[in-house]
């Protein structure tokens, strides 16, 4: 266990927890503001990788564009599903919300497999960092898992300065703590979950166009996603400091269990943590505990 091994372990480690964080933010950024989780998140994250894919090989823009737009697409995709899909059956029983957005992500893998070279092959999304090296001494790290900490990481800053300082964001903030009493002050609660479906989708496809450099893009990548709802309630469900921290100790984890533990550990790390957590905090790292008297 070479020293140099053990960081360019950690740093794989933290760009696919990066990966983990952005997708389980997506899953409490719509949880906080429409109490609804979206179990096709990971499909979210598969379309905006294949959208990515096709701007580039098929349209021929560069990566950067494409990944954008792609962004954009499902964002937009994301608003129109809470307006479609969602908003009909508000005020049901939580299962048919549940079930909805079930069958939601059936039907997204299912759209994208009948699209001729789509669905029936695994493609690879080339950056301009593919195949480069940053090597300093003895440890080599790859350009890709230095570009997704760094695209991370500036997606986060935005955020923050998007929630903390505009009125959309403190806005979207007002309605996840009270949707009531922010009607009451004006605030456009239906818009406020249009925005937050949109946010959300939209960091799902990021989470995916970073996901597709480092693996590759084919129709079931999005059970890679799901591995952010372990990390969602790792850090404690509808905190988002606790999503992004439960995103990279996953992510850590199974970086190192795939090296250095025997194969398949990598696959149960996760939940087998999970539920260590759990059992100690049952609110998460991040959450909070909340007790009924009855």
Known sequence: ?????????LVGGLATGCIYSLAALGFVLIYKATEVINFAQGELMMVGA???????????????????????????AGAAINRLVLRPIIGEQPFAIVMATIGLG???RSAVALVPGWGTDTHALDTPFTGKIVRVGEIAIAQDNLMVIVAAVLTVSVLYVFFQFTRAGV??????????????????VRVMFSAAWALGAGIAALAGVLLAPLTFVYVNMGFIGLKALPAAVLG?????????????????????????LPDGVQDSVAYALLL??????PQGLFG???????
Not at 60 to 75: D, I, M, N, S, Y
Not at 276 to 281: A, Y
């Open 50 to 76: 294949f959208a990515a894919l096709a701007l580039k090989e098929l349209v021929g823009l560069p990566f950067w564009l494409a990944a954008l737009l792609a962004v954009g697409a499902v964002a937009i």
């Open 171 to 188: 806005a979207m903030q007002a309605v996840s703590q009270n949707q009531l009493a922010a009607s009451f002050v004006g605030i456009r």
């Open 1 to 9: 266990m070479s020293g140099a091994a053990v960081i360019q372990t």
């Open 288 to 294: 909070v505990s909340l007790k009924k008297r009855v």
């Open 106 to 108: 059936y039907l997204l």
């Open 236 to 260: 404690g469900f509808g905190s988002i400091p606790g999503a992004l921290i439960g995103g990279l100790v996953i992510g850590v984890t199974e970086a190192y269990a795939a090296r250095y």
């Open 276 to 281: 260590i957590v759990l059992l100690v905090r």
